[in-house]
């Protein structure tokens, strides 16, 4: 059982910069742990996913550049570091943690991939 609890979101401007959060309990090794984001209207998006062992890193093509996806193996915690946010960033940013075993990077954009999720962490971005 893995239980994920996200922090960090807030109220920022256009231009700034804000850090995610993930904090993981339970075992998070031999897993790969995702963000995802969804948008008032939209459907659920991931933005970044990163496997814990290892540290190899997907992005996906329209979130290359201005995020990043980091690992804390000790403290059990996965970041996302957001430069230069957009009004558009504006969303509800999810993280999730898959099944053990391996998982190719085209299984990191379906959600069926992930088994836990946290509640979510809402960033909004003005204009």
């Known amino acids: 059982q893995v239980q994920l609890v996200e922090s960090g979101g807030g109220l920022v401007q256009a231009g700034d910069s804000l850090r995610l959060s993930c904090a993981a309990s339970g075992r998070t090794s031999s897993r790969a742990m995702g963000w995802f984001r969804q948008a008032p209207g939209k459907e659920r998006e991931l933005v970044a996913a990163?496997?814990?062992?290892?540290?190899?890193?997907y992005y996906s093509d329209s979130m290359k550049g201005r995020f990043t996806i980091s690992r804390d193996n000790g403290k059990n915690t996965v970041y996302l570091q957001m430069n230069r946010l957009k009004p558009e960033d504006t969303a509800v940013y999810y993280c999730?943690?898959?099944?053990?075993?391996?998982?190719?990077?085209?299984?990191?954009?379906?959600?069926?991939?992930?088994?836990?999720w946290g509640q979510g962490t809402q960033v909004t971005v003005s204009s």
């Open positions: 999730a943690a898959t099944g053990l075993g391996y998982y190719s990077s085209s299984d990191y954009n379906r959600q069926s991939s992930y088994a836990y």
């Open positions: 990163i496997r814990v062992i290892g540290g190899m890193t």
